[in-house]
């Protein structure tokens, strides 16, 4: 304890200490010369030995190192530039990856204690839904020990008088914003004594941003009432602009689940178990509980509700858990179908974006490490002198490489700001809410220091090496970076390649239906109270009016509109052992022809098929190979009348990918609405001419039929070029990953080649003097790289081979060994990186030989 008491007491009077130490060493000198001791010893060497006893010398030493670093790098401001400007290139699409991974995953959601929200969703065996029945919840919350709370939500478009377009309103227990810790703007929040109670007024809380834009920002806007599906709230408050809620969403307002009923007349929500839409549940634990333990008594729980509903709970259902304070839980689907569950598609996407900013990292430090070889020759001179004085090989490594660290230090606090500069364009670019907030925390700030780092080790470590110990004359290490450097710089470009090509595919190939000349009309009947006989009722009026409407070739009716649904069902179906996941969609007779989806085999659906079902060929030859489906049963399910039926295949259809357009098998299979289907049905009106003129005339007469729907309209043309935006998006991240992994690789080449017509002026000079010709010149240049650039475009090929697989969803209609997105991706390395040698190469054939000859 002494001794690290005195070495910190050395640490903090450091100055005071050297200046007594250099006064005792003066003083023992003058006694040993008055001694007659005229050899007394090197003061300089004493005073060393002196610190060293002290201890911690390594912090004098490491001071002096940085410096140092410092001194050299101010020294050589263009050779720092272009090292940070690299650095921050790597670096920075690093950090806006990581920071985009840090908002959705790691960083939790603005709310209170969200490490402690769970949020649920009803699993079984072969089926999954992420919303439960309003009573499941209710149970759920009255019964269980180990949750202190339970939140629920429950999204609907309603009409509210004065708006334009349908406001969008989020219908949340009344502990809803207490639990989440929100506090009001103006007025105040729900609150579960008044609001809860069954002769409770009608009441809403508005959102900032709704508040700004419907009110002007009216700080007088509570005690106001609103028209809401022809009812009349008040209004209690205004929430706080921070607010993020529990969705990705940006509502409207925010009102009472418990009054839903009475907002939508007729909405059986709260009653009925097979409600479609249901709610999003949440629940907090209590301190000390785990998820499992949470797990384990909901099972008991829901085993007990089933006892009481055993038709509409399912055998041997749970509540399966996930983290609930985070994003990433936000952006779950809210399917109501049921079905097997899809693995994550978000893991293959994670990896694939990670490999590829790690692989401009690699570029980069690659490029870097060459440069410093080559920059280690001009250096000799200062090398041989440090060791001639007595510097080891071990502080010249030590030297060397914290330039490195200090490098990469630099690149990280540039790299830091681009990376949070491309992430915050991103946000806007993507239309993210306003909480997500991309300003960096600590742990974004320690991965960006972590990772200049580590890439002063990638870059700096190696050279340093080489150079201390008088090997950077070596040709293998520079080769191996330039061929690990052309390797990742190859998967990045013929990664963009594939996605562009994808791109274009996609553009110009059909998804197998007619989309560009159709429109889709979601009225949401299920929110707006209607029972099934009355949504057949306004279905079948709409599409009555819909065809009397010029230009209208064919209407039919859907539960998931082709590109704009959200009604998706999932149904997991196991055939011969072989497991499948099948789109189910009921759709009626003419929904076939209205989106020119041709039968391939068999006949097509009709009134009377109520046991009958259509399959597309991919799900024919996954199901049956080598057989004839038509005549098999395939599931069963429940008919227009409620009953229970075996499905008999009737029809193949043609592939068409109604909702996955990434999806190459089109694994669909359609059959006619049951009872509970009717709720959710939306039409679809396919025009012979334009489409703009009948949007405003869908939604007026979907309007005049019942003046409080307000229908969703989509034209399946706008709802493809959305689905096809993510793809733009991603293709342009990546095009941009490729373009900057060639800019480092031309930088890369260009540096390594001038500095090999440097240290070959002398040769190039003899060689021209005896006759050489320019073309030798260049081949004498260009010739060493050719190996290392050859095996990093093998390298890099096969491993942009092995990381394709990845994109195999992404790649809509071509492989991902596609031919030509090889051939031009490598084309385009090769042509622009001989460019970008000839630049500094032509040096060489400029070079007077009488000049040259004087060299060294």
């Known amino acids: 304890m002494s001794d690290i008491f005195r070495r910190i007491q050395y640490l903090l009077n450091r100055r005071r200490l050297d200046e007594e130490l250099a006064g005792d060493m003066e003083f023992h000198r003058e006694m040993a010369e008055r001694g007659g001791r005229r050899n007394f010893g090197d003061t300089l060497r004493l005073r060393e030995d002196a610190r060293e006893a002290w201890g911690?010398?390594?912090?004098?030493?490491?001071?002096?190192?940085?410096?140092?670093?410092?001194?050299?790098?101010?020294?050589?401001?263009?050779?720092?530039?272009?090292?940070?400007?690299?650095?921050?290139?790597?670096?920075?699409?690093?950090?806006?990856?990581?920071?985009?991974?840090?908002?959705?995953?790691?960083?939790?959601?603005?709310?209170?204690?969200?490490?402690?929200?769970?949020?649920?969703?009803?699993?079984?065996?072969?089926?999954?839904?992420?919303?439960?029945?309003?009573?499941?919840?209710?149970?759920?919350?009255?019964?269980?020990?180990?949750?202190?709370?339970?939140?629920?939500?429950?999204?609907?478009?309603?009409?509210?008088?004065?708006?334009?377009?349908?406001?969008?309103?989020h219908f949340v227990t009344t502990n809803f914003f207490s639990e989440l810790g929100a506090a009001p703007k103006?007025?105040?929040?729900?609150?579960?004594?008044?609001?809860?109670?069954?002769d409770a007024p009608l009441v809403a809380v508005l959102s900032h941003g709704f508040w700004r834009g419907q009110f002007g920002s009216d700080p007088a806007v509570v005690g106001r009432t609103i028209r809401l599906n022809g009812r009349l709230l008040s209004i209690v408050g205004v929430a706080a602009e921070e607010f993020s809620g529990l969705s990705m969403d940006k509502p409207d307002l925010w009102a009472p689940l418990v009054q839903q009923p009475q907002i939508v007349t007729g909405s059986h929500l709260l009653t009925d178990l097979k409600e479609g839409a249901g709610v999003r549940t949440w629940g907090r634990m209590q301190p000390g509980v785990t998820p499992q333990g949470v797990e384990q008594e909901l099972r008991y729980i829901i085993a007990d509700f089933r006892q009481q509903h055993p038709a509409e709970i399912w055998e041997k259902e749970s509540l399966a858990s996930q983290p609930g304070g985070y994003a990433k839980s936000l952006m779950i689907g809210d399917r109501s179908g049921t079905g097997t569950e899809q693995p994550d598609k978000l893991y293959p996407l994670a990896v694939l974006i990670g490999s590829l900013v790690f692989l401009i990292l690699a570029a980069a430090c690659s490029n870097l490490g060459g440069l410093l070889l080559a920059r280690g020759v001009s250096r000799e001179r200062e090398i041989s002198i440090r060791t001639a004085i007595g510097a080891g090989t071990g502080r010249l490594i030590r030297q060397l490489f914290t330039e490195s660290v200090v490098l990469g230090l630099l690149g990280s606090a540039a790299g830091l700001a681009l990376g949070c500069l491309v992430l915050k364009l991103m946000m806007v670019w993507t239309g993210a809410p306003d909480w997500l907030d991309p300003t960096p925390d600590w742990p974004v700030t320690a991965f960006a220091t972590g990772i200049g780092f580590v890439s002063a080790i990638l870059f700096g470590l190696a050279p340093a090496i080489q150079?201390?110990?008088?090997?950077?004359?070596?040709?293998?290490?520079?080769?191996?970076?330039?061929?690990?450097?052309?390797?990742?710089?190859?998967?990045?470009?013929?990664?963009?390649?594939?996605?562009?090509?994808?791109?274009?595919?996609?553009?110009?190939?059909?998804?197998?239906?007619?989309?560009?000349?159709?429109?889709?009309?979601?009225?949401?009947?299920?929110?707006?109270?209607?029972?099934?006989?009355?949504?057949?009722?306004?279905?079948?009026?709409?599409?009555?009016?819909?065809?009397?409407?010029?230009?209208?070739?064919?209407?039919?009716?859907?539960?998931?509109?082709?590109?704009?649904?959200?009604?998706?069902?999932?149904?997991?179906?196991?055939?011969?052992?072989?497991?499948?996941?099948?789109?189910?969609?009921?759709?009626?007779?003419?929904?076939?022809?209205?989106?020119?989806?041709?039968?391939?085999?068999g006949r097509t659906l009709t009134?009377?098929?109520?046991?009958?079902?259509?399959?597309?060929?991919?799900?024919?030859?996954?199901?049956?190979?080598?057989?004839?489906?038509?005549?098999?049963?395939?599931?069963?399910?429940?008919?227009?009348?409620?009953?229970?039926?075996?499905?008999?295949?009737?029809?193949i259809t043609r592939d068409a990918r109604m909702d996955a357009l990434e999806d190459p098998d089109s694994v669909d299979a359609y059959m006619l609405p049951g009872k509970d289907d009717l709720t959710k049905m939306a039409v679809v009106v396919r025009m012979s001419g334009s489409l703009e003129s009948i949007v405003p005339a869908v939604s007026s007469i979907a309007r005049s039929i019942d003046p409080r729907v307000h229908p969703r309209v989509q034209t399946l043309k706008g709802a493809f070029q959305q689905k096809m935006e993510g793809i733009e998006r991603g293709t342009a991240a990546a095009a941009v990953l490729?373009?900057?992994?060639?800019?480092?690789?031309?930088?890369?080449?260009?540096?390594?080649?001038?500095?090999?017509?440097?240290?070959?002026?002398?040769?190039?000079?003899?060689?021209?003097?005896?006759?050489?010709?320019?073309?030798?010149?260049?081949?004498?240049?260009?010739?060493?790289?050719?190996?290392?650039?050859?095996?990093?475009?093998?390298?890099?090929?096969?491993?942009?081979?092995?990381?394709?697989?990845?994109?195999?969803?992404?790649?809509?209609?071509?492989?991902?060994?596609?031919?030509?997105?090889?051939?031009?991706?490598?084309?385009?390395?090769?042509?622009?990186?001989?460019?970008?040698?000839?630049?500094?190469?032509?040096?060489?054939?400029?070079?007077?030989?009488?000049?040259?000859?004087?060299?060294?």
């Open 56 to 169: 911690w010398m390594w912090i004098d030493r490491l001071g002096q190192d940085l410096r140092y670093a410092v001194r050299v790098l101010r020294n050589a401001p263009g050779f720092t530039l272009a090292a940070v400007l690299m650095l921050a290139l790597g670096i920075g699409v690093n950090v806006a990856a990581f920071g985009f991974f840090n908002l959705i995953v790691l960083k939790p959601l603005p709310v209170r204690d969200p490490d402690t929200l769970l949020r649920f969703k009803r699993s079984a065996p072969e089926r999954y839904a992420y919303a439960l029945p309003y009573q499941e919840m209710a149970f759920v919350r009255s019964h269980t020990k180990t949750l202190s709370a339970v939140l629920a939500l429950n999204t609907a478009r309603l009409t509210m008088e004065g708006k334009e377009g349908p406001a969008s309103v």
């Open 186 to 198: 103006f007025g105040r929040l729900l609150d579960e004594a008044r609001d809860e109670a069954p």
């Open 467 to 601: 150079v201390a110990r008088q090997r950077h004359r070596s040709t293998f290490s520079k080769q191996l970076l330039i061929g690990a450097q052309v390797a990742a710089s190859c998967v990045l470009l013929i990664v963009a390649g594939l996605l562009i090509r994808a791109l274009d595919h996609a553009l110009s190939a059909s998804p197998g239906f007619e989309y560009e000349k159709a429109i889709a009309v979601m009225p949401g009947l299920g929110s707006h109270g209607y029972t099934p006989e009355q949504s057949r009722a306004y279905v079948d009026a709409l599409k009555d009016r819909m065809r009397e409407l010029p230009g209208v070739a064919s209407v039919s009716a859907t539960a998931t509109p082709p590109l704009a649904g959200s009604n998706v069902m999932v149904v997991g179906v196991t055939i011969d052992g072989r497991h499948l996941d099948v789109h189910w969609n009921r759709v009626d007779p003419g929904f076939l022809e209205t989106m020119k989806i041709p039968i391939r085999a």
């Open 607 to 651: 009134s009377s098929d109520t046991a009958g079902i259509l399959i597309s060929e991919s799900l024919a030859r996954k199901s049956w190979p080598n057989e004839n489906p038509l005549g098999k049963h395939f599931l069963s399910g429940e008919d227009p009348t409620g009953a229970q039926v075996p499905y008999t295949v009737i029809g």
């Open 738 to 856: 490729g373009a900057s992994a060639l800019l480092l690789a031309c930088l890369g080449i260009v540096g390594l080649v001038a500095y090999a017509v440097s240290r070959k002026m002398k040769e190039i000079g003899i060689r021209m003097a005896l006759g050489a010709r320019p073309g030798h010149i260049l081949s004498l240049v260009l010739m060493q790289f050719s190996r290392p650039v050859a095996a990093g475009l093998i390298v890099g090929v096969g491993g942009a081979a092995a990381l394709s697989d990845l994109l195999r969803r992404q790649l809509f209609g071509i492989s991902p060994l596609d031919p030509v997105a090889y051939v031009a991706a490598t084309a385009l390395f090769i042509a622009t990186v001989v460019l970008a040698a000839l630049i500094p190469a032509r040096r060489a054939l400029r070079v007077n030989p009488t000049t040259a000859l004087r060299c060294d």
